[in-house]
């Protein structure tokens, strides 16, 4: 069983950055998968962006490709969403997710937070 925890969430004037973390109950993170998830009001939760075991291999939804970055630190057991230039549709309950199957495209996450709040200004 692996617990997580998002924190990091807000509000911010469009154009503003935040940064989220995904801590991790786990002393093993190095063997997930991890993803960022988003939800908003009236909407279907949405993927924004995965990364591998490693760390060296990433993806992203084209909605924040090349504004939002994602990293892991194992020994930290957590996981990061950069998150700039940020747009008021990237308003939503932002989740991380964890998955032991390999590849950062698709799969089933097994594990989920509890999410955390973004909320983006006009």
């Known amino acids: 069983q692996v617990q997580l925890v998002e924190s990091g969430g807000g509000l911010v004037q469009a154009g503003g950055s935040l940064r989220l973390s995904c801590a991790a109950s786990?002393?093993?993170?190095?063997?997930?998968?991890m993803g960022w998830f988003r939800q908003a009001p009236g909407k279907e939760r949405e993927f924004v962006s995965a990364?591998?075991?490693?760390?060296?291999?990433?993806y992203y939804a084209d909605s924040v490709k090349g504004r939002f970055t994602i990293s892991r630190d194992n020994a930290k057991n957590t996981v990061y969403l950069q998150m700039n230039s940020l747009k008021p549709e990237d308003t939503a309950v932002y989740y991380c997710g964890a998955k032991r199957t390999p590849g950062v495209i698709g799969g089933t996450y097994n594990y989920w937070g509890q999410g955390t709040q973004v909320t983006v200004s006009s």
């Open positions: 990364i591998s075991w490693s760390g060296s291999t990433t």
């Open positions: 786990t002393r093993t993170l190095s063997n997930y998968i």
